[in-house]
């Protein structure tokens, strides 16, 4: 599956690897003057899966896109698509993706001053290296409407180094992954950072990326980013459905990405598996109200609750990603309390839809939005957990 689709070699390589947090940035030069376009919108594809096993996948969504719906003429400097991909052991490669004069379609390769001395020492999994090509692509495009399609492995809003402990295999990251050149050291990306680090505020963002549905991920984008679209399980390794994406974005409509994403895997004839959520990060305090109410009022019951009893999102044994909802009415919440819930849920998720299953995951209870149990965690996990933007909300952990 996506984001969980290593090949074996790859597996035997993380296996030995040592987790490290991103590298501090390294220092570019001054870009040379440039007279900046005023464009509507400006859809920028970031891609980090040349060194975790995802590079095949990655460069099909890209044909994929190359096939769309519809795809602006590069002499239409309103709407701009920009195709990011860099692995830690290549230079970064951006392209421009449109039509020539003759309805062709086409892509430009792009070099731009800032990344001219960009080499093994830049990483593609670095909150650094993600805003500098944003602030760069703004800075010339000063687009109304900006959208970022985040493509890689992840997990949610687990720090750093979770899923590459011994009890785990480690197939994924907090947000985003790659193998260093030297196929032992690890790089990922965490979400309080990764937020932090986008430099201007997102009109969307949409993660083709395992397991980011979550209330804290969505909580923590709040200021950041107005909509976002992820899904609470993995992602098959074909990804997202590409080829009618740029068309709903340039009509800034990501809830029928979702639902274009969902009619592709229902009707595809193997692996149909498929869930995805959209949020808006606006219109989410009606919801860390009632549930900062509910986890108060059922406090003594947070450590008891049983894992078996709430709808759960993993897969093996990564256990920390729950139905919001269910876990609200496993806490024995009153139909007052879950009426506040249901309509705090209505009010923020715009779309939510799953199939049945998600492989061998039956999926019977589901709001679209997974949390953390701190019963299948542990002492280090939930100490992480604290910091977290939604956990100061909601004083879920304390």
């Known amino acids: ?118 080499d093994d020492s830049t990483f593609c999994i670095s909150s650094d290296t993600l805003s500098k090509m944003l602030t760069a692509a703004n800075a010339r495009f000063h687009a109304k409407r900006n959208y970022l399609v985040f493509s890689s492995h992840a997990s949610g809003w687990t720090p750093a180094g979770a899923f590459l402990s011994d009890k785990y295999i480690p197939v994924a990251s907090s947000i985003g992954q790659d193998l260093g050149k030297d196929g032992v050291h690890v790089y990922e990306m965490e979400l309080p950072r990764f937020a932090d680090k986008l430099p201007f505020r997102l009109n969307g963002i949409i993660f083709d990326a395992c397991l980011m549905a979550c209330v804290e991920t969505a909580w923590e984008l709040r200021g950041k980013c107005d909509i976002v679209g992820f899904s609470p399980t993995e992602i098959m390794a074909h990804g997202m459905y590409y080829e009618t ?110 199939t049945d299953y998600f492989l061998t995951l039956k999926i019977e209870r589901s709001c679209g939005l997974s949390t953390y149990l701190p019963r299948t965690g542990s002492t280090d996990l939930s100490a992480y957990y604290k910091l977290l933007k939604w956990n100061e909300a909601t004083e879920y952990v304390r």
Not at 7 to 31: D, H, K, M, N, W
Not at 79 to 96: M, T, W
Request: charged content about 20%; glycine content about 4%.
């Open 1 to 118: 599956m996506r984001k969980f689709c290593l090949s074996i070699f790859s597996v035997l390589l993380f296996l030995a690897a040592a987790c490290e947090r991103e590298p501090a940035p390294t220092p570019g030069p001054q870009p040379a003057p440039f007279t900046p376009l005023d464009s509507t919108h400006l859809i920028f594809f970031y891609t980090c899966g040349h060194n975790n096993g995802l590079s095949t996948n990655i460069e099909n969504n890209f044909n994929e896109i190359l096939k769309g719906t519809y795809i602006p003429y590069l002499a239409d400097t309103s709407r701009i698509v920009l195709f990011h991909s860099h692995s830690n052991d290549k230079a970064p490669l951006l392209r421009r993706i449109g039509r020539d004069d003759s309805g062709n379609v086409t892509t430009v390769d792009l070099h731009w001053e800032e990344f001219d001395n960009w």
């Open 245 to 354: 994406m740029l068309d709903n974005l340039f009509k800034d409509d990501v809830v029928q990405v979702a639902k274009d994403y969902m009619s592709f895997y229902r009707n595809r004839g193997s692996n149909p598996y498929g869930c995805y959520t959209v949020v808006d990060c606006r219109k989410m305090d009606a919801l860390a109200e009632a549930c900062k109410q509910i986890f108060n009022a059922h406090r003594s019951r947070i450590d008891g609750v049983n894992p078996d009893d709430v709808q759960h999102y993993f897969r093996d044994n990564h256990t920390w990603f729950y139905d919001l909802r269910d876990l609200t009415r496993a806490l024995g919440s009153d139909p007052g309390e879950l009426a506040l819930m249901d309509a705090a849920l209505a009010y923020c998720v715009l779309f939510a839809d799953h």
